[in-house]
């Protein structure tokens, strides 16, 4: 399994952040944190400040497994005119296995600003779907289309990690995480087919 990354910027919805990281590594999904700024330390939306473990500029994201955006504003837009990053959101949209997760603005103002969500599923934080160009929009608490794993805001947070894990490792490790962590089994009914 390749590498993921997470990339945070000023700005980040903590809990859209955190939450899909520890998720993630609870399942054995290899993902790391990364800052667009130029240090590892980023602030997000509500005043907490994280160290990343790497900075954009340590890493060539060849081959990346998921590239995955939280939002909260200024974050999203942050992420947004990170042009670095967008090009290999880009890429990774039209690769073969790549795949994208964004929540809460991120979906409308990183993929469906450029266009990326054409012929797909989305969803997004209301105010924001407007921007989910050429999308069906649908009113779920996380959506699974294809390549994307899309959510619309904070509260669906830990139903979009492990969507995430559900897409990558299957329903039973989703189900064994959440069962780990103690969600009741009805965390996992928007993921089931």
Known sequence: MNESYLFLADGFEEIEALTPVDI???ADIPVKTVSINKTREVTGAHGVTVVADVTFD??????????????????????????????????????????????C??????????????GYKATAYPG??????????????????????????????????LAIVKVQCGIDKAAEVASQMLFPPTVLDPLMD
């Open 105 to 118: 603005a991120a979906p409308g103002v990183v993929l469906g600003a450029e266009g990326l969500l054409g």
């Open 58 to 103: 340590e890493v060539v994201f060849e081959d990346a497994e998921w590239l995955i955006l939280p939002g909260g504003m200024p974050g999203a837009k942050n992420l947004h005119d990170f042009t670095p990053l967008l090009n290999i959101v880009k890429k990774q949209a039209v690769s073969e296995t790549g795949h994208i997760a964004a929540i």
């Open 24 to 26: 993630l590594r609870r």
């Open 128 to 161: 924001f779907t407007d921007l989910l160009v050429g999308a069906e929009v649908v009113n779920e608490p996380v959506v699974i289309d294809r390549k994307y794993v899309l959510a619309p805001g904070p509260a669906k947070a830990a139903v979009w990690a």
